[in-house]
């Protein structure tokens, strides 16, 4: 049965701006919806229907409304609508995932994502995060300096004692509220987890023993083997972000 399992996630676009995902997901065991915005009428009524089997990604990096994501809400103002939808009972609190993805890995860019978590926590009641480092291709460089803005370092030209305060703040977090939880994508840290993992299994009421096998998506990906991609949007989408690993 294992090998049958589907869970979904919408990785290639964000829900925001389309529902195409929703036929697919019929299809699935569970999903992870990931959005950066306004979530549509139709996702909103999914999401209440099959409650029990979403996980929902609420990406908040920090930077919303700057040259970074121009079309994406404050990040302030992306908390509360997350609330608001948490408090109108479309999902629950536990399927909520706050994903500060990416982190500019700078003194301010760790700062910011360590705000963001903060508040997250202590005036929202928030547990569960989700980390990860920007991706400095190519065609990102290219867009920040058209953008007038200084390229920023990958992961690996940064200061290791950087990232080691940024993960003793972590740690912090870990020790005096046991209720948070740390995630990270490909990072090769102690927090990489697979977006799609035994945890999610379970939360979604699927034997967690059937999150076998490994997925194909990257060679650093920790998801399992039953991760099926349900949109397929290969542009940019209307946020714009700067980052975007989407090429032009």
């Known amino acids: 049965m294992a090998n049958e399992i589907k869970f979904g996630i919408t990785e290639r676009g964000d829900i925001a701006f389309s529902n195409g995902w929703i036929k697919k997901a019929e299809k699935c065991h569970a999903v992870a919806l990931i959005t950066k915005g306004k979530l549509t009428k139709e996702a909103l009524e999914y999401m209440r229907d099959h409650k029990g089997k979403v996980i929902l990604h609420a990406t908040i990096t920090g930077y919303g409304g700057t040259a970074l994501e121009p079309n994406v809400p404050e990040w302030e103002e992306q908390l509360d609508y997350i ?3 948490v408090s109108k009972g479309y999902i629950d609190r536990d399927h909520v995932v706050i994903r500060v993805d990416p982190i500019i890995p700078t003194t301010k860019g760790l700062g910011l994502a360590y705000k963001v978590i903060s508040v997250a926590s202590a005036e929202y009641d928030f547990t ?3 980390y990860s480092f920007l991706d400095v291709y190519g065609h990102v460089k290219e867009r920040f300096t058209k953008a007038g803005l200084p390229i920023p370092p990958s992961v690996k030209e ?19 509220s046991p209720g948070c939880t740390f995630e990270s994508c490909a990072e090769g840290n102690r927090h990489q987890t697979g977006c799609i993992s035994g945890k999610d299994f379970e939360l979604c009421g699927i034997d967690p023993s059937f999150a076998t096998g490994k997925s194909t998506q990257r060679s650093a990906c920790m998801c399992c083997g039953s991760k ?7 542009h940019r989408c209307g946020h714009q972000c700067l980052y975007c690993y989407w090429k032009d």
């Not at 990232?163 to 703040?169: S, V």
């Not at 099926?228 to 290969?234: A, K, M, N, R, V």
Request: aromatic letters at 12%; charged letters at 30%; hydrophobic letters at 40%.
């Open 158 to 176: 940064v200061d290791p004692k950087l990232l080691q305060a940024f993960d003793g703040l972590l740690k912090v977090y870990e020790s005096e």
């Open 128 to 130: 569960r995060f989700r």
């Open 228 to 234: 099926t991609e349900l949109l397929d949007s290969p």
């Open 83 to 85: 609330y608001h939808v």
